[in-house]
């Protein structure tokens, strides 16, 4: 006889909505942070993104993000508004755009240093235990995208 599992349907015990409200706690901690440097959480993600690897296309970046291309232009473009990027269009290939920090953009990253430091801080938990959680969603993220694909 084959035991049948019994599945949590509760708010509180779907991993969904832990997912879901810790997300949104952890963007609520940044927020005070990128505040001072003038950035929302997703375009900080993607200065970090730029920071590591510049002069990339916006379909790079949207890959990046894991967001579609039309969900990261406008946010692209609020950054080149702040005057942290410039978006230039391919020499060879028009169609691609092309994203480089300006000195603004590459000055932030100094700004932006300590960040990571307080985020550590505030979720008062060791180091090796946020990379393990990291690791896992990161583990678990790529095979919901892979089920997906399928």
Excluded at 4 to 20: G, N, S, V
Excluded at 24 to 45: F, R
Excluded at 109 to 129: G, M, N, S, Y
Excluded at 142 to 147: A, G, K, Q, R, V
Aim: hydrophobic share 40%; with cysteine.
């Amino acid at each position: 006889m084959t035991q049948r599992l019994a599945l949590p349907f509760t708010l509180d015990e779907q991993l969904c909505f832990a997912l879901y409200s810790t997300s949104l706690a952890m963007t609520k901690a940044y927020k005070p942070l990128l505040d001072k440097l003038g950035l929302t959480y997703p375009q900080y993600l993607a200065m970090l993104a730029l920071w590591e690897s510049d002069d990339i296309t916006v379909k790079d970046m949207a890959a990046r993000l894991n967001l579609d291309p039309a969900t990261v232009t406008p946010l692209l473009k609020r950054l080149e508004t702040q005057g942290l990027l410039e978006r230039v269009r391919g020499v060879d290939d028009e169609r691609l755009v092309y994203i480089r920090l300006t000195k603004a953009g590459l000055a932030l990253k100094r700004q932006a240093r300590e960040v990571p430091a307080e985020i550590l801080c505030a979720t008062q938990q060791t180091p090796d235990f946020l990379l393990q959680l990291r690791d896992d969603l990161t583990r678990l993220r790529t095979t919901l995208n892979d089920y997906m694909d399928h």
